[in-house]
């Protein structure tokens, strides 16, 4: 199976921040790749897709990249709501992986 | 509004069985592929199983492979995740999540079920 290794786990930041969370797959998933939001207790929320295309509804303020092995997801400006757990995962090959998440804390 | 409510879910010993179901309502169920996605306590995200929008292919986590078994209805609009020979390390909190398309090959996880907990413990 293909492993995402997800960095970093954790981040201590303030509203207001840009905060990046790097994401790199065992071998090519070429554009494969999706991020969700998730906040504890609640149902996890789709962000991205193929990359860099948001989902219907997602605020600007989030953006993905790719550089050769490394995709990244981005906030530009951290907003209260915005605190919650990042999991990016490789739709490539069956089976999915996801990466090990990333908590943004304040 | 797509809506999706799983069921099922308990405390069960080593060993037994356990079914999931997910009902979904709002969407045009029978267009899109399904799967499960699972969270164990303290843990990541870890997904489970797919079922095609047709029902015709399915593909499974390789620590489920064998045990579990995922179906659908669509007269029911309903997707089932069939638990058998469970483990400990199946103890988690299970997830229905729509698909965003009807393209096996190309999955995404678009909606999101509130989850149901399932406990394996003797």
């Known amino acids: 199976a293909i492993q995402m290794t997800q960095s970093p786990s954790s981040l201590s930041a303030s509203v207001g921040d840009r905060v990046t969370i790097t994401c790199r797959a065992s071998q090519g998933i070429r554009n494969d790749l999706g991020w969700y939001q998730h906040k504890s207790g609640k149902a996890p929320k789709f962000l991205i897709y193929s990359v860099s295309h948001l989902q219907n509804g997602v605020p600007s303020r989030f953006s993905g990249n790719r550089s050769a092995t490394d995709f990244t997801l981005t906030i530009s400006s951290l907003q209260p709501e915005d605190f919650a757990t990042y999991y990016c995962?490789?739709?490539?090959?069956?089976?999915?992986?996801f990466g090990g998440g990333t908590t943004v804390e304040i | 509004q797509v809506h999706l409510v799983e069921s099922g879910g308990g405390v069960v010993q080593p060993g037994r069985s356990l079914r999931l179901s997910c009902a979904a309502s709002g969407l045009t169920f029978s267009s899109y592929g399904m799967h499960w996605v699972r969270q164990a306590p303290g843990k990541g995200l870890e997904w489970v199983a797919i079922?095609?929008?047709?029902?015709?292919?399915?593909d499974y986590a390789d620590s489920v492979r064998g045990r579990f078994t995922i179906s659908r209805d669509d007269s029911k609009s309903t997707v089932y995740l069939q638990m058998n020979s469970l483990r400990v390390e199946d103890t988690a909190v299970y997830y229905c999540?729509?698909?965003?398309?009807?393209?096996?090959?190309?999955?995404?996880?678009?909606?999101w079920g509130p989850g149901t907990l399932v406990s394996v413990s003797s």
């Open positions: 999540v729509k698909d965003l398309t009807s393209d096996y090959y190309d999955p995404a996880f678009d909606f």
């Open positions: 079922i095609s929008y047709d029902g015709k292919n399915q």
């Open positions: 995962v490789q739709d490539h090959t069956y089976p999915l992986t």
